[in-house]
């Protein structure tokens, strides 16, 4: 519990946490509200600047934008939590501050997978308030866009929120393990996320050519896993495929989370601390 | 493990390898309790690699290790709730400050009272500046701000490589007053460092190690005092008298010997008897053109590394050498001149 609340403070006051979660909150704010200001002034044209407004102003229609931003932030919000995960797990190398707990006879699994416990709160946290202000900013977008709110209210999206907050929640969480583990294994930050980026994109790229293998990729799988197949809206989340059942999907998250930290765990337990 | 009762630190037959370099190839140390026991050796002589044996960060290829009198192996991460250590350079987290960071680090390993925190900043010197973040503080301040770090679990074993790096004078005399006030306590002060003179003033017991081998160990005093030495030059022609000479002297030290060294002849007796050196000399009708003597540390170091040094890891090339010379390189010799 101590490693934990310690983590959580640590991650708290860490430049990473605010540049992150920064980054998702500037870009959705502005994606969201460009898309407001913008969606009348395409109405007014030929038929394909009426089908792009239309598009828009559906976008920020309640209670469908809810699922529409939870979309955006799990997708690009994945991105983020891998980055941060990376770099928090290499900085561990980086620092030498684990070498410091080591020395001091903490358990290195323990420590790992506590410093892990606490980036899966801080992403709790941060999709919660990240939630929070997209809903501000699509209700801001539409009020741009002249689109009505009256759905914001809708007792029956409303109410599964909860869950597909929680669902959320873990593919990003997942998403992050895979983030944690990559560093891990590179004892870098620097090359945790840059491979993570990697993985990131060639996931998105390998979609093309093996549509049938990267539905299982990690990325793609917590895409899918959150899906409610009313497309994915301002999604640009890393698996283009999402070919697979949510409930599969789900699993398969599972796999890849546990996956990732099994092998962090065993990796810092048994390899060698110098330098 | 026998015979090491009332040691702090017990490494038999000590062995790891780093692909084909061997880095410890049988160390064999021996730390008694409550003594600051300085650890030295050349670059590339294993001390790092003991310190990381020590403190879990690798594991032995064979041999084994005691901490202060229980067997540590792989698993036993518990025997270090007692043991401080400072390994290689301090780590932090950059963007925290030394209060914080202290607090970071308490989390892990054994319980630390909070208030043991602010004692130990006061300690350290960094009370002032406890707030302020690391990654603005200089490298002694980081320096102490790591010895802290040793001290966060009032551990009975202080493990600290390099500890005086980047302190000041007045840093350096403080931290050595701290530990061996520790030492004085009953804490054992285990200090690997390259700084000869400040391992003189302050450890009880010296070990040094080459090629990954104990050397020499035992009392400072009592090895400074066995392995004192006068050092006299005489002209190249009276070399052989000179040495018939002072075969006698060295004989009535039963731990003294003669042998040629650079056109000087090293006597292994105390220091202090250099007047004898001359005194015989000059009664056999042979004239020292030069008489030195030590019992530093120093001196004692280069003699039993000397052959490691100057092949060792990170040895420098003597100037003579660069200049074409056969045999550059300095003299160890220290003391007074006839």
């Known amino acids: 519990m101590r490693l934990f609340v310690s983590g959580i403070r640590k991650l708290s006051r860490r430049p990473a946490t605010f540049v992150t979660f920064g980054l998702l909150i500037g870009l959705l704010v502005l994606i969201v509200l460009a898309v407001g200001a913008t969606a009348n002034s395409n109405m007014g044209g030929g038929a394909g600047e009426g089908a792009r407004g239309a598009a828009a102003k559906e976008l920020l229609t309640f209670p469908g934008a809810y699922d529409r931003m939870l979309a955006f932030i799990i997708g690009l919000g994945g991105l983020f939590a891998m980055i941060y995960g990376a770099a928090i797990a290499g900085s561990e190398w980086s620092w030498g501050t684990l070498k410091s707990a080591v020395a001091r006879g903490e358990s290195r699994v323990r420590y790992m997978l506590l410093q892990f416990s606490s980036i899966a709160f801080m992403v709790a946290v941060g999709l919660v308030i990240a939630f929070v202000i997209a809903v501000v900013a699509a209700i801001v977008g539409a009020h741009l866009a002249n689109v009505s709110i009256s759905g914001l209210g809708d007792t029956a999206t409303l109410g599964h929120l909860p869950e597909r907050l929680l669902k959320g929640w873990f593919a990003v969480v997942e998403e992050a393990a895979l983030g944690f583990t990559i560093a891990t294994l590179a004892r870098s930050q620097l090359a945790g996320i840059g491979a993570g980026i990697a993985f990131y994109f060639g996931e998105s790229f390998a979609s093309i050519f093996l549509p049938d293998v990267v539905k299982y990729m990690p990325f793609s799988v917590a895409n899918a896993a959150v899906s409610t197949g009313s497309g994915q809206g301002l999604s640009s989340g890393g698996g283009a495929i999402a070919s697979l059942p949510a409930d599969q999907a789900l699993v398969l998250v599972a796999l890849w989370l546990v996956g990732s930290l099994f092998v962090a765990s065993i990796f810092s337990d048994r390899v060698e601390i110098a330098g | 493990m026998s015979g090491t009762d009332g040691l702090a630190v017990a490494t038999r037959g000590l062995r790891k390898r780093y692909g084909s370099r061997l880095a410890l190839n049988g160390l064999d140390l021996s730390v008694p309790e409550g003594v600051v026991y300085g650890f030295l050796g050349p670059n590339g002589a294993g001390k790092t690699t003991t310190m990381r044996v020590l403190t879990g960060l690798i594991h032995s290829d064979g041999g084994t290790v005691e901490l202060l009198g229980k067997s540590f192996k792989r698993g036993d991460r518990h025997r270090l709730f007692d043991v401080g250590a400072l390994v290689e350079s301090p780590t932090f987290y950059p963007y925290l400050s030394g209060r914080a960071n202290l607090r970071a680090l308490a989390a892990s390993g054994a319980p630390v009272p909070s208030k043991r925190i602010e004692e130990l900043l006061d300690l350290v010197g960094l009370g002032d500046r406890a707030n302020d973040k690391v990654q603005g503080y200089s490298l002694g301040m980081k320096q102490r701000l790591g010895i802290a770090e040793a001290l966060l679990s009032d ?184």
């Open chain 2, 155 to 338: 551990p009975k074993l202080l493990l600290l490589d390099e500890p005086a790096n980047g302190l000041d004078p007045a840093g350096i005399v403080a931290m050595r007053d701290t530990l061996k006030a520790l030492a004085a306590g009953g804490k054992t002060v285990f200090i690997s460092s390259h700084l000869l003179a400040e391992i003189q003033v302050m450890a009880d017991v010296v070990g040094i190690i080459a090629g990954g081998k104990l050397v020499r160990e035992g009392p400072l005093k009592e090895l400074l005092s066995m392995e004192g030495v006068v050092k006299v030059r005489v002209r190249p022609n009276l070399t052989e008298a000179a040495i018939k000479t002072l075969a006698p002297l060295a004989k009535a030290e039963p731990l003294a010997e003669t042998d040629r060294d650079e056109g000087w002849l090293s006597v292994h007796l105390a220091a202090d008897r250099a007047e004898d050196v001359n005194q015989t000399l000059a009664g056999a009708g042979i004239y020292a053109s030069g008489l030195e003597s030590g019992t530093d540390l120093e001196m004692l170091f280069l003699e039993l590394t000397g052959a490691q040094a100057s092949g060792g890891e990170g040895a420098f090339v003597g100037l003579g050498a660069l200049n074409g010379e056969q045999n550059g390189g300095a003299s160890a010799g220290k003391g007074t001149a006839a």
